[in-house]
């Protein structure tokens, strides 16, 4: 059973199991994989991952204000992760989808500023060349 798992086994096969409802389309189950996951491994070195996919999810079900919560989650609770860059570009885009440019504009300018090497500023750069 389960609760004979080393712990740091058992919490990444938490992960890995809502990753995989994701990446099956079964948007629903992963988030609540996600949840489930945050709230028992809150300090996890997923946790920053597991916000992010939330995000993703919420992209795929088109309810693009909870996507732009979830990334904040990462943004701000994680401003060190690697993962930030990331989540401020999916957040553009979800300002985008709600037509809000302003919005958009000023986090693709945040990321080819806070992090001009990255492979997100070349993109940010790109789409900001087409938000007019």
Same mark, same amino acid.
């Given at each position: 059973?389960? /609760?004979? =798992?080393? @712990? ?5 096969m938490? &992960?890995?199991?809502? $990753?995989?409802? &994701?990446?099956?389309?079964? &948007?629903e189950?992963?988030?609540?994989? !996600?949840?489930? !996951? =945050?709230?028992? #491994?809150?300090?996890?070195? +997923?946790s920053?991952?597991? +916000? !992010?996919?939330?995000?993703?999810? +919420?992209? %795929?079900?088109?309810?693009y204000?909870? /996507?732009i $919560?979830? &990334? ?5 609770? !994680? @401003?060190?992760? %690697?993962?930030? @860059?990331?989540? =401020? ?9 709600? *037509?809000?440019?302003?919005s ?10 806070? #992090?001009? *090497?990255?492979n ?5 750069? *790109?789409? =900001?060349?087409?938000?007019?």
């Open positions: 059973s389960e /609760a004979t =798992l080393d @712990p740091v086994v058992q919490e990444q938490l &992960y890995d199991r809502a $990753l995989a409802s &994701y990446k099956e389309g079964r &948007y189950d992963a988030m609540e994989g !996600f949840n489930a !996951f =945050l709230k028992r #491994y809150p300090k996890s070195d +997923h920053d991952n597991a +916000h !992010f996919w939330i995000g993703e999810c +919420h992209m %795929n079900l088109k309810q204000e909870q /996507a $919560l979830a &990334y904040q989650n990462v943004i701000k609770d !994680f @401003p060190k992760g %690697n993962k930030v @860059p990331s989540a =401020l570009l999916r957040q553009a885009a979800a300002f985008g989808e709600i *037509k809000d440019k302003t958009a504009r000023l986090l693709l300018k945040k990321i080819i500023k806070n #992090y001009p *090497k990255s997100e500023a070349k993109i940010a750069q *790109k789409r =900001l060349e087409t938000i007019k």
